[in-house]
């Protein structure tokens, strides 16, 4: 999983987002090959790209592959079931057409690259965007809308945004949109109560952003209930030298000399 924890490490532009969304997939999926599904991106965007008229002319871009993405392919939001931890790997958003925003929009947006076309992630609360812009046409799309253009009223309404800041429509960076993906599936394992997993992903998050109190907590709780005491004891740890006032401090601590009285019992 070199792309996705290359990308975690660093705010670097570089790195390719598509081959990060595949090792994450992989935590699904273990034995996931990149190449089928990035020869497929190849493919959609190849087949887009015969489609445009005018390649400089970037409102024919954001129209042909409305239709294109979402009429001719189908893709989709799935609202039925949201919070199936499949909506957030991109292989599988890939063969069933169907996703949650954020997973849409990477499409959106790996395909457009492909054709070097400049479109933006765009990471509201509740919501995930992209924005056209080449200097000439800019626009935001709404790839869970099925493609359609918004405006940025539309976009705070989408998001469900009281008090409109224009700071909010700043373009994401790859690492950010990477961590966005984790923690949707990291609460989709937890809501599927899939504890292995769940950890998997907090490992990333926590490369991502490693002074995060609360996913140092979180991750100990689950290796505690997964019987793995050792990395459970270190994670408190963390989590107490993050936040050392927090108001279960106590409580932690006397979990932390329960594992320490059962490791000396049993070693």
């Not at 995930?128 to 000439?136: A, N, T």
């Not at 918004?150 to 949109?177: N, Y």
Request: hydrophobic share 40%; with cysteine.
């Amino acid at each position: 999983m070199d792309y996705l924890r290359q990308l975690l490490l660093s705010e670097s532009a570089a790195g390719r987002l598509d081959r990060a969304a595949l090792d994450l997939a992989r935590i699904q999926f273990p034995g996931l090959e990149h190449e089928p599904w990035l020869q497929q991106m190849n493919e959609i965007a190849a087949n887009l790209g015969d489609r445009l008229r005018n390649f400089n002319d970037g409102r024919d871009f954001v129209e042909t592959a409305q239709r294109y993405l979402f009429g001719e392919l189908g893709f989709s939001a799935n609202e039925t079931n949201f919070f199936d931890p499949l909506n957030s790997c991109l292989n599988e958003v890939l063969q069933r057409r169907t996703g949650i925003p954020i997973t849409l929009s990477l499409v959106y947006i790996e395909v457009a690259r492909r054709l070097q076309m400049p479109v933006f992630g765009i990471s509201l609360p509740n919501r995930f965007l992209v924005q056209f812009d080449d200097g000439r046409y800019a626009t935001f799309i709404d790839p869970f809308g099925g493609g359609r253009t918004v405006s940025p009223v539309e976009c705070f309404q989408l998001a469900g945004v009281t008090e409109p800041d224009p700071a909010m429509l700043a373009r994401a960076s790859k690492k950010q949109i990477l961590m966005r993906m984790l923690q949707n599936l990291q609460r989709a394992y937890m809501q599927a109560r899939d504890y292995p997993r769940a950890v998997a992903t907090l490992d990333f998050l926590l490369d991502g952003a490693p002074g995060t109190a609360g996913w140092h907590k979180l991750r100990g709780a689950l290796l505690l209930e997964l019987k793995r005491f050792a990395p459970a004891r270190a994670d408190m740890e963390a989590y107490l030298e993050l936040h050392p006032d927090a108001p279960d401090a106590g409580f932690i601590r006397e979990q932390i000399q329960s594992i320490r009285q059962w490791s000396a019992r049993n070693n």
